[in-house]
C-alpha cells in the first residue's frame, strides 16, 4: 500500500474489507463534483437566498412564493447534474455485499441514480417528490418544472387547486419520526459507518454517526474540511470524496 501518500487509506481499506456491516451516511460534500454546491459554502446558494426567509417552513406556510423562487433558481443547478464517481463508489461496496444502507442528508435523488439498491434514509426528503398539502395527491416533478419555467405564480394541484408541497425539510420543520427511527435502526446495528462529505452541523441528523459510535460502530469520516465532530472518528480523511472513495473501495 506504499503508494498511497495517506496512510488512513490502507487502514480504512483493512477495516472495510473485515466487514460486511457498513452503513454510509452522506452530506453535501458528496455531490459537489456533481455540480451542486454546498449551499453552506461562501457563495453559495445561501448567501444568495437567505434560508430563513426561502427555505423555512413557517414562511413557506404563510407566503409560499419564496420558496417556489428559490426551487426556480434551483431547476438550472439540478437540471443535467449526474451522480458522481463518490455516489459509484457506494454501488460497488453493495455489490460486493458489503454495504446495508444509505443514509442521507441529500435531496438529489443521486443514490437512486447512480444505481443503489439497498435502502436509503433520505432524512430531508427528496426533491423529485411532491404532494398537494390539501388533498394529498402525489405530483410528478415534470408538472412543478413546466409550471416554474412556463406560468408565474405558484404551482397548484392539478386535481383541487391546492397548494404544493416538495418533498424536502425546511429550515424549522421537523423530519419525521419514522425516518429518524429507521436511521437510528442502520446506525445501531453496523460495524462502521462511513462519514461522507458531511459538515456534521445540522441537528438531529449530526446525531446519527454518534448513535453508531455509541452502540459499538467505528467511524471513518471522509470530508474536504474538518468537523468538529472529528474526536469521535476512528479514521479521518481529509480530501476529494470522488478521488477516495473510488480507490479505497476498488482496493477492498
Ligand atoms: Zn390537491
Same mark, same amino acid.
Given at each position: 500500500?506504499?503508494?498511497? +501518500?495517506?496512510?488512513?487509506?490502507?487502514?480504512?481499506?483493512?477495516?472495510?474489507?473485515?466487514?460486511?456491516?457498513?452503513?454510509?451516511?452522506?452530506?453535501?460534500?458528496? &455531490?459537489?463534483? &456533481?455540480?451542486?454546491?454546498?449551499? %453552506?459554502?461562501?457563495?453559495?446558494?445561501?448567501?444568495? +437566498?437567505?434560508?430563513?426567509?426561502?427555505?423555512?417552513? &413557517?414562511?413557506?406556510?404563510?407566503?409560499?412564493?419564496?420558496?417556489?423562487?428559490?426551487?426556480?433558481?434551483?431547476?438550472?443547478?439540478?437540471?443535467?447534474?449526474?451522480?458522481?464517481?463518490?455516489?459509484?463508489?457506494?454501488?460497488?461496496?453493495?455489490?460486493?455485499?458489503?454495504?446495508?444502507?444509505?443514509?442521507?442528508?441529500?435531496?438529489?435523488?443521486?443514490?437512486?441514480?447512480?444505481?443503489?439498491?439497498?435502502?436509503?434514509?433520505?432524512?430531508?426528503?427528496?426533491?423529485?417528490?411532491?404532494?398537494?398539502?390539501?388533498?394529498?395527491?402525489?405530483?410528478?416533478?415534470?408538472?412543478?418544472?413546466?409550471? /416554474?419555467? %412556463?406560468?408565474?405564480?405558484?404551482?397548484?394541484?392539478?386535481?383541487?387547486?391546492? %397548494?404544493?408541497?416538495?418533498?424536502?425539510?425546511?429550515?424549522?420543520?421537523?423530519?419525521?419520526?419514522?425516518?429518524?427511527?429507521?436511521?437510528?435502526?442502520?446506525?445501531?446495528?453496523?460495524?462502521?459507518?462511513?462519514?461522507?462529505?458531511?459538515?456534521?452541523?445540522?441537528?438531529?441528523?449530526?446525531?446519527?454517526? /454518534?448513535?453508531?459510535?455509541?452502540?459499538?460502530?467505528?467511524?471513518?469520516?471522509?470530508?474536504?474540511?474538518?468537523?468538529?465532530?472529528?474526536?469521535?472518528?476512528?479514521?479521518?480523511?481529509?480530501?476529494?470524496?470522488?478521488?477516495?472513495?473510488?480507490?479505497?473501495?476498488?482496493?477492498?
Amino acid at each position: 500500500m506504499g503508494e498511497y +501518500f495517506d496512510p488512513q487509506i490502507s487502514i480504512a481499506i483493512d477495516l472495510l474489507r473485515y466487514s460486511n456491516k457498513i452503513v454510509a451516511f452522506t452530506g453535501a460534500g458528496i &455531490s459537489t463534483a &456533481s455540480g451542486i454546491d454546498d449551499f %453552506r459554502s461562501p457563495g453559495g446558494l445561501w448567501t444568495q +437566498f437567505n434560508p430563513l426567509k426561502y427555505a423555512n417552513y &413557517s414562511v413557506f406556510l404563510k407566503t409560499p412564493k419564496y420558496y417556489w423562487q428559490l426551487e426556480k433558481a434551483l431547476i438550472p443547478k439540478f437540471e443535467n447534474a449526474k451522480p458522481n464517481k463518490a455516489h459509484k463508489a457506494l454501488v460497488s461496496l453493495e455489490k460486493k455485499g458489503k454495504l446495508k444502507a444509505i443514509i442521507t442528508q441529500n435531496i438529489d435523488n443521486f443514490h437512486q441514480d447512480a444505481g443503489s439498491k439497498v435502502p436509503i434514509v433520505e432524512l430531508h426528503g427528496n426533491m423529485n417528490h411532491a404532494y398537494c398539502m390539501d388533498c394529498y395527491t402525489p405530483i410528478k416533478r415534470n408538472y412543478i418544472l413546466k409550471w /416554474l419555467k %412556463r406560468k408565474s405564480g405558484i404551482p397548484i394541484c392539478p386535481k383541487c387547486g391546492g %397548494r404544493i408541497k416538495t418533498n424536502i425539510v425546511l429550515f424549522n420543520e421537523p423530519i419525521a419520526e419514522d425516518l429518524l427511527e429507521e436511521a437510528t435502526k442502520y446506525a445501531e446495528d453496523c460495524e462502521i459507518m462511513l462519514v461522507l462529505g458531511s459538515s456534521l452541523t445540522v441537528f438531529p441528523a449530526n446525531q446519527i454517526p /454518534l448513535l453508531a459510535r455509541k452502540a459499538g460502530a467505528k467511524l471513518i469520516f471522509i470530508n474536504k474540511d474538518p468537523t468538529f465532530m472529528d474526536k469521535y472518528a476512528t479514521l479521518r480523511m481529509l480530501g476529494n470524496l470522488e478521488t477516495y472513495l473510488p480507490m479505497i473501495i476498488n482496493s477492498i
